[in-house]
């Protein structure tokens, strides 16, 4: 079945700091990838998506491109700021699940000034 | 502006007891999802629906229920509250099949004594 592997957290970054968080994922057929953030006490908002190999998707300066050799969706930002604090979460639909989306276990990122 | 709204916010009841938690969207979308969030879990899937009179089960539907007898709401229900489902709950929904971009409420913390 589908899955998807999020690095283990939480991580810690000084402001200005450059930012990965790692994806990787496993599913039939050619899912879409996406990115949710998650501020303290809201629901998820979409970040970010791409929806075929090689597709970069970006917002608010973060961008992560589909990788369908590597199965990967690695989250990047050059520069973080306090205000990026949150859970990033990987999640995928693939074609066989409909518009179900299977969810990472989420990144929990601090940023300090 | 269109939203998705969640009720109530927070809810305290003791083992045994039916809950049922209110989902309204004002998206007019034909799906609607229920997750809960565990920490070490990430999100997963309880029930959803593809539109009125459909409901399917997720990944971790036992002592769960949703009835969906109208576009705007999905509510869920607990049949009988166990400790085991203490978490935060999120409600999503998405436009149609094949468009799988979900849009979130802002979540219900119960808590089961």
């Known amino acids: 079945g589908d899955s998807v592997t999020q690095m283990e957290g939480p991580v810690t970054l000084s402001e200005e700091a450059f930012l990965t968080i790692n994806c990787t994922y496993t599913?039939?057929?050619?899912?879409?990838l996406f990115w949710y953030v998650q501020y303290p006490g809201e629901g998820l908002q979409l970040l970010l998506k791409?929806?075929?190999?090689?597709d970069k998707g970006s917002n608010k300066g973060f961008e992560a491109t589909y990788r369908k050799e590597t199965t990967s969706f690695h989250l990047e930002k050059g520069s973080v700021q306090v205000s990026d604090s949150a859970v990033y979460f990987c999640?995928?639909?693939?074609?066989?699940?409909?518009?179900?989306?299977?969810f990472g276990e989420g990144t929990q990122l601090t940023v300090n000034p | 502006d269109a939203e998705i709204t969640q009720s109530p916010r927070h809810k305290i009841t003791e083992t045994g007891r039916q809950v049922t938690l209110a989902c309204h969207q004002t998206?007019?979308?034909?799906?609607m999802f229920w997750y809960r969030q565990d920490l070490g879990h990430g999100l997963r899937l309880i029930h959803y629906?593809?539109?009125?009179?459909?409901?399917n089960k997720g990944e971790v539907s036992d002592g769960y229920s949703v009835s969906r007898s109208n576009t705007e709401d999905l509510p869920l229900t607990l049949e009988s509250a166990a400790s085991s489902q203490t978490s935060v709950y999120f409600c999503?929904?998405?436009?149609?099949?094949?468009?799988?971009?979900?849009?979130f409420g802002p979540g219900t913390r119960l808590t089961v004594l």
């Open positions: 999503a929904s998405s436009e149609s099949i094949g468009s799988d971009t979900q849009y």
């Open positions: 599913a039939t057929g050619y899912p879409s």
């Open positions: 791409a929806t075929k190999a090689d």
């Open positions: 999640a995928l639909s693939s074609g066989t699940s409909g518009s179900r989306l299977t």
């Open positions: 998206w007019n979308h034909n799906n």
């Open positions: 629906s593809y539109g009125v009179q459909d409901t």
